[in-house]
């Protein structure tokens, strides 16, 4: 099945810098890439998702980019602001032999943004 | 629409106890998960229902675990008996054309304690 490695697990800035979440995927058939936001205490939301026939894609302050020869996503956070605080999620489905569409998570960043 | 509803919020239990966990998906989404969030493990899918029938219960820990979804609009998961290691929080989510890679909208989550 599918396996989604995600990095780093804690990723701590100050505001107004960058930061950057990456995320590999092992199937190849995998075609759909969300990303959720978990603030403390709350549900994950999703914020961002990217499919295979796309490279990157931007929504205000946060974009992402797909790598499939790589097998690898990234979510990218300009200008961080404290309200940016939260575990971020990434998910990759699509893929296996009968392509399933049930997304597999990788283990969260916990992204603090220091005022 | 009100999201996708769960009860109990929290639940703090004695080992030995049966717990059920319910929860309400979206009106109208045919896809139906129960994820549980421990800060060792991330999120880690349990079960998926289809159309009410459950389709990957590969997650599912042990017979101690079980989940149903008797009609469109509810679902339980139980845990009969409980022990301390089943501490954490557990997501109910549905999503409406989950193989054109849909949207996951969770529940707020039931936090469950077992003394």
């Known amino acids: 099945g599918e396996n989604v490695e995600q990095h780093p697990s804690t990723l701590s800035v100050q505001e107004g810098d960058s930061a950057v979440i990456k995320c590999t995927y092992s199937d190849s058939a995998s075609n759909y890439f969300p990303w959720y936001k978990q603030e403390l205490g709350k549900r994950p939301q999703l914020i961002i998702d990217?499919?295979?026939?796309?490279g990157e894609k931007k929504d205000q302050r946060i974009a992402v980019t797909l790598n499939k020869t790589a097998k690898h996503f990234s979510l990218h956070i300009t200008e961080t602001q404290p309200e940016d605080s939260a575990v971020y999620f990434c998910a990759a489905s699509g893929g296996g032999s009968g392509g399933s569409y049930i997304p597999t998570f990788g283990r969260g960043t916990s992204l603090i943004v220091h005022p | 629409d009100a999201g996708v509803i769960q009860s109990p919020r929290h639940e703090v239990t004695e080992m030995g106890q049966e717990v059920t966990l319910r929860c309400k998906p979206i009106s109208g989404h045919n896809s139906l998960f129960w994820y549980r969030q421990t800060m060792m493990r991330g999120l880690e899918l349990l079960i998926y229902?289809?159309?009410?029938?459950?389709?990957?219960d590969s997650g599912m820990p042990e017979d101690r675990f079980s989940a149903k979804m008797p009609n469109a609009s509810f679902s339980t998961l139980k845990i009969q008996p409980s022990e301390p290691r089943d501490s954490a929080v557990y997501f109910c989510?549905?999503?409406?054309?989950?193989?054109?890679?849909?949207?996951?909208?969770f529940g707020e989550g039931s936090r469950l304690t077992v003394l």
């Open positions: 990217i499919r295979s026939n796309v």
């Open positions: 989510a549905s999503s409406l054309e989950l193989a054109r890679g849909g949207e996951l909208f």
């Open positions: 229902f289809n159309n009410n029938v459950p389709i990957d």
